[in-house]
């Protein structure tokens, strides 16, 4: 029997900085207005796949080598802002060029057509919250002036399973890039 899973490319994120960005923000989301990601599922997605047969995991490692010799380096996370209000992120500053040369490595690698790219960290879901309140939010968390250094060493394939408290996300593999010249 086939068994399914639901998988996406991410970058990982080190503990003292989901520690500092549920610190800087999540209680200044109202729960009756966003649904906030848990601390510990904050990264950048860089490819959702959707839900792919088991067996198709051991095709995208082979297929991802090659960015085994993508060379690793530093992001800045920094800046905020929403999609369409319905979703709050942190944006990428430092690194963003070095993220969208990895994605359209990542999406050439694994043959899908490469998409509109936007390098960030989901914070919250919109649950209810109105555009107005939704610029007043960000104006506050702007404020607050959040920055954050990452070292990009490599690149995750996770599985998400989803439940009524939210998703679990869990690691399949990791590809390592190669240290910095």
């Known amino acids: 029997m086939n068994q399914v899973k639901r998988l996406f490319f991410a ?9 500092e960005i549920s610190g800087a923000f999540f209680e200044m989301l109202l729960r009756d207005k966003w649904r906030k990601v848990k601390e510990e599922n904050l990264h950048i997605t860089m490819r959702f796949l ?4 088991k067996e198709k995991i051991n095709e995208l490692r082979k297929e991802i080598e090659c960015l085994e010799e ?3 380096f530093e992001a800045e996370l920094s800046g905020i802002g929403h999609f369409k209000n319905k979703v709050l992120w942190i944006g990428v500053g430092k690194g963003t060029d070095e993220i969208n040369l990895l994605s359209k490595k990542l999406c050439s690698a694994i043959g899908l057509r490469e998409e509109r790219f936007h390098a960030h960290v989901t914070l919250a879901r919109n649950k209810g919250s109105q555009a107005k309140e939704t610029d ?13 250094k990452i070292a990009i060493k490599g690149i995750d394939l996770m599985e998400s399973v989803l439940h009524k408290s939210g998703p679990e996300y869990s690691r399949v593999f990791s590809t390592e ?3 910095p010249q």
């Open 11 to 19: 970058i990982k994120l080190p503990k003292e900085v989901k520690r």
């Open 50 to 53: 959707g839900h792919l047969p």
């Open 70 to 72: 993508f060379a690793g």
């Open 136 to 148: 007043e939010l960000i104006e506050g968390m702007r404020a607050k002036k959040f920055s954050a």
């Open 177 to 179: 890039f190669k240290e």
